[in-house]
């Protein structure tokens, strides 16, 4: 079992809300170790049992380097190089916000399971004990006096405070407070002291949107739901250590389902995928054929799975040797109620058009049975989703030969490489007019690395109500 269950769901659910969250290994900290030590050796006097009450908010005073990614992983080195001078503990804060990044952006801290340094009721303000390092939470900006916050980062003040909140690390009637309420000082100054109060009513209000129907009578619709899925081509290649890697950091993205391919049954893939993945809480789904799908046990069941046969596999002869494909799916009944199928697909390679002869025609038959499963498990109010390896550009073709779906690239207009082009895809069935995609975008080896020679694609969509 994890040793950061609250961590581990904030940024989760940071992440389905569309915020870029940076973990220790993604800025680069130096004392990994050490967040990880502090588990122990200092643990919160609450959490993971009990949530906390109080939000302390605070401004690093380091100077921000810029708006990039980049930047902000060296801001982040900053706050932890000075706080492990002055309290050997790292950042003192949990999380660290980008005042001046395009989207919401934030960076862990201490783990949430682990007390901070940096918050004491000097003042001795009634209410508040001295230490509420150890029964608190605490958020800064990266900045220093006179800086100013955008818009996208209030926005991710919102979503922090939300997001504590969904995962039970935070209750509802919670203290949303400067640290200058406790402390002689001018932080986090007025520039973020004065949208407290308007932070925490947006979160309230983000969090009533999302929270499940009260009982007793309800409106005859549901609520629009989320799910956030993701696709990662693997590599059947790689060493076994090199597979338990990328496996392990695909689950730690907390993805609500996920599929995959390059999982054979000649290969560990297989086996590591449902080992991780059960372990992590999630149910897996692989057939031997290669593919599969991963379905968050926190997001819904799997009430049925199954393969469905699509191609035979290369000739005697073939220089070019590929094993049987179809679909791999599995039935979900989301929490929210939704029936929701899932399929996983991997066409063959050299065989983007008519030129290619008999592999083009196989690719032509494995689109008809992707088709087929998003027909036959679109009935209704069903809603029915797909990831895989297209093998040729999403851009520049139909990855589904004129098949009724829509890959979350052709609905955003926009086509990111995913390592070999724009090749790997996530899509929805036509037919499903509730189901929009509201974000997509590729995690390439400098937000999450792997061994394999493709990169996460990640995409959140909107099911709207009945």
């Not at 959490?47 to 060296?74: C, M, Q, Y």
């Not at 200058?180 to 002291?193: F, G, I």
């Not at 081509?233 to 990328?246: E, G, I, P, Y």
């Not at 995913?418 to 975008?441: E, L, Q, W």
Request: net charge neutral; aromatic share 8%.
């Amino acid at each position: 079992m994890t040793r950061t269950p609250k961590t581990d769901a904030f940024v989760a659910a940071l992440r389905r809300r569309g915020v870029e969250v940076l973990t220790h290994d993604q800025w680069g900290s130096a004392r990994r170790d050490l967040y990880v030590r502090r588990l122990t050796s200092h643990p919160h006097g609450l959490l993971p049992s009990r949530p906390v009450d109080t939000l302390w908010n605070h401004i690093t005073v380091t100077e921000d380097d810029g708006p990039t990614s980049g930047e902000f992983k060296a801001d982040c080195r900053e706050v932890e190089r000075i706080g492990y001078a002055r309290f050997g503990s790292g950042v003192s804060y949990n999380v660290l916000v980008d005042r001046n990044a395009a989207k919401p952006r934030v960076a862990i801290g201490q783990f949430l399971e682990a007390k901070g340094t940096h918050t004491v009721n000097n003042k001795g303000v009634d209410g508040y004990s001295y230490n509420q390092n150890k029964v608190a939470l605490a958020l800064a900006f990266v900045g220093v006096v006179g800086d100013r916050l955008n818009a996208a980062a209030v926005e991710a003040c919102v979503q922090v405070n939300a997001a504590l909140i969904e995962v039970g690390a935070m209750t509802d009637h919670y203290d949303n407070v400067p640290h200058s309420l406790v402390a002689a000082k001018d932080c986090p100054t007025d520039e973020l002291r004065d949208r407290l109060a308007d932070i925490k009513r947006r979160a309230l209000a983000n969090v009533r949107r999302a929270a499940p129907a009260p009982d007793g009578p309800t409106e005859p619709s549901r609520p629009a739901s989320l799910i956030w899925i993701g696709h990662v081509s693997l590599q059947f290649s790689d060493t076994h250590a090199q597979m338990r890697h990328d496996v392990k950091a695909i689950f730690g993205l907390g993805m609500d389902a996920f599929t995959f391919t390059e999982a054979h049954h000649s290969n560990p893939l297989g086996n590591l995928l449902r080992e991780i993945g059960n372990s992590q809480g999630y149910t897996v789904h692989v057939d031997r054929t290669g593919t599969g799908v991963a379905v968050r046990n926190g997001y819904g069941k799997v009430t049925r799975r199954g393969f469905m046969s699509g191609i035979g596999g290369s000739r005697p002869g073939d220089k070019r040797v590929y094993g049987p494909r179809g679909v791999t799916w599995v039935r979900v009944k989301s929490n929210s109620g939704e029936n929701i199928g899932i399929g996983a697909f991997h066409k063959i390679t050299h065989g983007e058009t008519a030129a290619d002869g008999f592999r083009w025609r196989e690719n032509l038959k494995l689109s008809r049975i992707v088709g087929r499963f998003a027909k036959n498990f679109g009935i209704g109010t069903n809603v029915v989703f797909v990831g895989g390896d297209g093998n040729e550009s999403d851009r520049l073709a139909d990855v589904f030969d004129g098949q009724p779906l829509t890959t979350c690239w052709d609905e955003l207009g926009k086509w990111p490489d995913t390592g070999h082009g724009n090749i790997d895809v996530i899509a929805s069935y036509d037919p499903d007019g509730r189901v929009k995609c509201r974000a997509a975008t590729v995690l390439d080896d400098t937000e999450c690395f792997l061994y394999t020679d493709h990169y996460v694609v990640r995409a959140t969509y909107d099911i709207a109500e009945l």
